[in-house]
């Protein structure tokens, strides 16, 4: 049974330049949120795709959008890259709308130069 | 914001020992969950406590909420080197579907 896995492991941008980041959910699972680690903080919400649609969103702005499939893997695009969009991005999946147990990939280290 | 806070910051204990953190948040909760990370990677999933229960208990872990302090505590008993990690706490708010994390425990246990 395959966990959470997201790719690239790692990715080396450099600013104004866009992101493709993607997320395969536990099996079974259906719902996908994305989260925004800074080095020393805790994960910040970025947003929650269920049924292919964007359900929650945390307070980013609009160049942090994303994508559901039908086969519930998930993209998060970030366009015009900030120094500050230097972080770990998590995904994690979970059963069902709402918040419950997630599990979560390993990140995708992002820096912007 | 709404995110909530771990306290203490950091702890360092012996092997054998007890480690107790504390979270407190700001709003009312569906649950509050505890996760570990390890090494700013993936995080995994401790134990989850809704906002109706007092007590939880999960082999050597204990989580405590009180819901009029708006806080929560996880015991880890006799503590282990391989818990050292960090240590999160996470809320999600009777208010929507979205969720926030504490700021972390830094915990560090010495063999």
């Known amino acids: 049974d395959a966990g959470v896995t997201q790719s690239p492991t790692h990715l080396i941008k450099t600013r104004g330049q866009q992101v493709t980041l993607r997320c395969s959910p536990k099996s079974g699972h259906d719902t996908v949120s994305w989260y925004q680690q800074a080095l020393g903080q805790g994960p910040q919400f970025i947003f929650q795709?269920?049924?292919?649609?964007?359900?929650q969103r945390g307070n980013f702005p609009d160049r942090f959008s994303g994508h559901q499939f039908p086969n519930y893997s998930s993209e998060l695009n970030v366009n015009a890259l900030l120094l500050g969009d230097s972080a770990l991005y998590l995904c994690a999946s979970s059963l069902g709308q709402g918040i419950g147990e997630q599990f979560f990939g390993p990140g995708t280290r992002l820096t912007v130069l | 914001s709404q995110q909530g806070e771990e306290d203490p910051q950091a702890l360092s204990i012996q092997e054998g020992e007890n480690a107790t953190m504390n979270c407190s948040y700001k709003?009312?909760?569906?649950?509050l969950q505890w996760y570990r990370q390890n090494s700013g990677r993936g995080l995994v999933h401790l134990i989850l406590?809704?906002?109706?229960?007092r007590e939880k208990h999960s082999g050597r872990l204990r989580v405590t909420l009180d819901t009029s302090k708006k806080s929560s505590s996880l015991l880890i008993t006799a503590s282990r080197a391989a818990d050292t990690a960090s240590y999160f706490c996470a809320t999600e708010p009777n208010t929507g579907n979205q969720f926030y994390f504490g700021t972390g425990t830094s915990l560090t246990v010495i063999p």
């Open positions: 406590i809704r906002s109706n229960e």
């Open positions: 795709y269920y049924e292919e649609e964007e359900r």
């Open positions: 709003t009312s909760i569906n649950n």
